[in-house]
């Protein structure tokens, strides 16, 4: 019934609106109004600008707050809302807050902001599996390592941190000792650390006891080889080692020991109580000797083991031999040499001394000898050095020595090819070439992988040598004394002259009134000669001439030189220091300076001198200069044999511009031995060159009697500072060990060892050799050489120039920096100038430890 009502209610106002109300006028009610509210806030806190605030439910709306926080939406209906702010970087005090509008608006709806944490990443690694490290993180934080694994983590570390870690921990060293590593937004990883600890040594120690206590042997073998005796109580001890194996043994002649050997194990810590009684020995004891055989069988150690250890040394014979030792089986090695090969000895001992088998020596690299004899038949005397030079080239590089003037000799250490061998008797004993000592025609050889025996020289005395006049080349005046240097005349590259004599006095006609004379020694070189005049008095002007002596046969004097006042030098620069030696000094001691460039010696003479002995030495000009200084123990007025002196090639260079202190420390040994390397662009051969300096002692034979890569033993010409060239058989390393036996005219001997210090290569040598006539200031027979740097040259180097052809030599030494230099620069060449066509040359780079790579070598 309500239904119809309504039909017929919403059909008659339809109607009603047709007809417009019969014509006549109306008048309709306006529309309602619809009322809107708003809903308002703030946000505070770390943020209030620029906050989005989204508004959900009803209707959607979005804003941002302005500079005070604020925000606002408007017209809006009732009905619920959600307001929600967000911001990157910040978080509210709530996510979001429901809002119901109902009839009015709605204000404070607020948010509190609060700035998000920055992210933290960690950083992590491990150290070897080795725990309790400790790791140190720049900035001072430090970490522990806490697992079998080593492991450790520093945490908390802000993005793009630079973090360097360094461990530590008491006994270890680390590698590498520490690590940066830069946080880029994710945890970081630290390389691993490999920790090595620190070599720790430990002792062996026992006692002694029973019949005997006191001055008992203990030796120790094994990782180390020590020897020790007893103390008053019994007690020996043996410090400084290292963890390994090791055997004691306790010995004195009348007497056993229980146990007979002791071995021992340190793996950490000290051993004590390894302890021996001693008895009255009773039990027969034998000795077995032993030899070893091959090319070098002298000093070396013999190790015994078996029923008995002990160790021993070969002699020059290469025999050896254990006493005391009861009946049983033997072993007998020998320690090794770099170059060699060893067998192994044994014995069985029953009831008598028993000889072991031979210990047999080969060398690794395959080498022959050449023996003979040498006979001579005139009246001379003196040692005897046998030369071995590669056929045709004149060029010494095996040598020997034999004591007297006649008897047998032995040369080692050549390859298979074609030789000549000669002999020089060294008549007046300075080890250099002179044209009065008898020599052997040189014989021809061919080596053929088989030793040569029957290789027989024959010294011969030469024609009768007429001394020729030298001349002085300068004069220095000096306190109480004259310096001279002159020329030293040679025939066919030996000294004529046995000795010098110096005259001097006040006429210049003659030069021996009022004076007197000095006989000096020959000087083993043809490149001049130098001495000095004691005793002269101050304030004279004296003149000087001098003669070369044959044996008593004298030459014309050379022409007068002078006028010399004789004083201490004066004005100038002054070089002031001391010169220390070893030793008691038994003559003068001569302090100089020399300068290459003009000849000029400047120096002190000091009667009896005591090191460390002050010196002065004034008047010099501005250059650079020699520093020498010689103790004349024999005081014969120049260096050589038994003097202490760095005139054998190790005086230093110094750089005068003013008044400057320089101090020298002379060498009191026997002799000095160097060891370089030379590498040669030419053939692509590396060599060896060993030299050797005479000291207080003068060397008459050098023997490589080890080392790798060489023919050993070798016996090379490495004497009177000569390079003993030796090639070698493998690109040599730094560090390998070379020994040499040394023997000195006094007939002692001794083992030094050197290592190699550097080796240079192909990049190393100097290329682009070239020469000019047309440069500036070059001719045709006096050219420019040039060059070019090596590629890859040493940190410090010089170069130097080495020139030959029919009658010149030329030798130049040059800095780094300089790749040209004119013939003849330094005055040194023997001939004024160059024919085209037939002279070599070559660049030489040299380290500062000496070892050498030399150019392809080019022709003028």
Not at 36 to 61: F, K, M, Q
Not at 645 to 665: E, F, K, M
């Amino acid at each position: 019934m309500k239904s119809i009502r309504l039909i017929l209610a919403v059909v008659f106002s339809l109607f009603l609106a047709a007809c417009g109300g019969g014509g006549g006028s109306s008048s309709a009610n306006p529309p309602t109004a619809i009322t809107s509210y708003s809903i308002s806030g703030t946000v505070s806190g770390a943020t209030v600008s620029g906050v989005t605030v989204n508004l959900t439910g009803t209707s959607t709306a979005s804003t941002t707050t302005d500079a005070s926080g604020n925000y606002s939406f408007t017209a809006l209906a009732n009905g619920s809302y959600t307001v929600t702010p967000s911001q990157t970087g910040f978080t509210f005090n709530q996510l979001s807050a429901a809002v119901t509008v109902s009839g009015a608006n709605v204000t404070g709806t607020n948010f509190t902001a609060t700035a998000n944490a920055a992210p933290t990443y960690s950083l992590s690694g491990t150290v070897d599996a080795l725990t309790g490290v400790t790791l140190t993180l720049s900035g001072g934080a430090t970490a522990t390592t806490n697992s079998t694994a080593g492991s450790y983590t520093f945490s908390g570390l802000a993005d793009a941190t630079s973090c360097t870690v360094t461990p530590s921990l008491a006994g270890y060293t680390f590698s590498p000792a520490s690590a940066t590593v830069l946080i880029a937004s994710a945890d970081g990883t630290v390389p691993n650390f490999v920790a090595t600890a620190n070599p720790v040594t430990y002792s062996i120690s026992g006692t002694v006891s029973g019949a005997v206590t006191q001055g008992v042997a203990v030796t120790l073998t094994g990782a180390s080889t020590l020897n020790t005796i007893t103390a008053a109580d019994g007690s020996y001890s043996f410090s400084g080692l290292s963890n390994g194996s090791y055997s004691v043994v306790a010995s004195s002649a009348g007497y056993t020991f229980s146990p007979n050997a002791t071995a021992v194990t340190l793996t950490g810590a000290d051993v004590a109580g390894t302890n021996f009684t001693s008895s009255v020995s009773v039990v027969p004891t034998y000795i077995v000797s032993g030899a070893v055989t091959g090319p070098w069988v002298e000093g070396l150690t013999i190790n015994m083991s078996g029923d008995a250890m002990g160790t021993r040394t070969t002699n020059a014979s290469g025999n050896y031999s254990f006493s005391n030792l009861p009946a049983g089986s033997y072993t007998f090695t020998a320690g090794t040499l770099a170059g060699y090969s060893y067998t192994t000895g044994s014995a069985t001992v029953t009831t008598a001394d028993t000889a072991a088998s031979d210990i047999v020596a080969t060398s690794s690299i395959a080498s022959y000898s050449i023996t003979g004899m040498v006979s001579y038949a005139g009246a001379k005397t003196g040692g005897v050095t046998v030369n071995v030079a590669v056929a045709g080239t004149g060029f010494t590089q095996w040598s020997t020595h034999i004591p007297v003037g006649t008897g047998a000799y032995i040369v080692r250490g050549l390859p298979v090819g074609n030789y000549d061998v000669t002999a020089e008797l060294d008549a007046i004993s300075n080890g250099s070439a002179n044209a009065s000592n008898p020599v052997a025609a040189s014989v021809p050889v061919t080596i053929a992988a088989a030793n040569l025996t029957g290789v027989n020289l024959s010294l011969a005395d030469p024609a009768t040598v007429t001394p020729t006049t030298p001349s002085f080349q300068r004069i220095s005046p000096g306190d109480s004394s004259a310096f001279v240097v002159f020329t030293t005349p040679a025939a066919s590259g030996r000294e004529i002259a046995t000795a010098y004599k110096i005259y001097w006095g006040t006429d210049a006609a003659t030069a021996t009134v009022g004076g007197g004379s000095q006989t000096i020694p020959a000087q083993g070189s043809n490149d001049g000669g130098i001495a000095y005049i004691p005793g002269l008095t101050n304030g004279s002007v004296l003149y000087f001439k001098i003669s070369a002596l044959v044996d008593a046969v004298e030459s014309a004097p050379s022409a007068v030189s002078g006028a010399k006042t004789i004083n201490p030098t004066s004005g100038g620069i002054t070089v002031t220091g001391t010169v220390t030696y070893g030793g008691t000094a038994t003559g003068p001691l001569l302090v100089g300076l020399f300068n290459t460039a003009t000849a000029s010696v400047y120096y002190s003479l000091i009667p009896t001198p005591s090191s460390p002995q002050a010196f002065s030495v004034a008047g010099l000009p501005a250059g650079t200069y020699g520093h020498f200084a010689v103790v004349d123990n024999n005081g014969n007025g120049v260096p050589d044999g038994g003097d202490i002196t760095n005139t054998n090639g190790s005086a230093a260079q110094i750089a005068v511009t003013a008044d400057v202190t320089s101090n020298i420390t002379l060498s009191a040994a026997d002799s000095t031995q160097t060891v370089t390397t030379d590498y040669d662009a030419q053939w692509l051969q590396y060599s060896l060159k060993p030299v050797s300096v005479d000291g207080v002692k003068h060397v008459v034979k050098i023997t490589m009697v080890y080392g790798p890569n060489v023919a050993v033993p070798f016996d090379t010409a490495a004497r009177n500072g000569s390079d003993g060239w030796v090639n070698l058989a493998a690109t040599p390393v730094v560090g390998d060990s070379y020994g040499f036996m040394v023997y000195y005219a006094d007939g002692s001997s001794q083992l030094v060892t050197k290592s190699v210090t550097g080796v240079l290569g192909a990049n190393s040598a100097a290329t682009g050799l070239a020469t000019s006539a047309v440069a500036p200031g070059a001719t045709a027979t006096a050219p420019q050489f040039s060059w070019t740097a090596p590629a890859t040259p040493p940190v410090a180097y010089t170069y130097s120039l080495w020139l030959s052809g029919p009658g010149v030599t030329w030798y130049m030494d040059m800095p780094s920096s300089q790749l040209s230099v004119l013939y003849n620069a330094n005055g040194a060449a023997t001939a004024a100038g160059l024919s085209t066509g037939v002279n070599a040359w070559e660049i030489h780079v040299k380290d500062s430890f000496g070892n050498t790579a030399r150019s392809v070598t080019s022709s003028y």
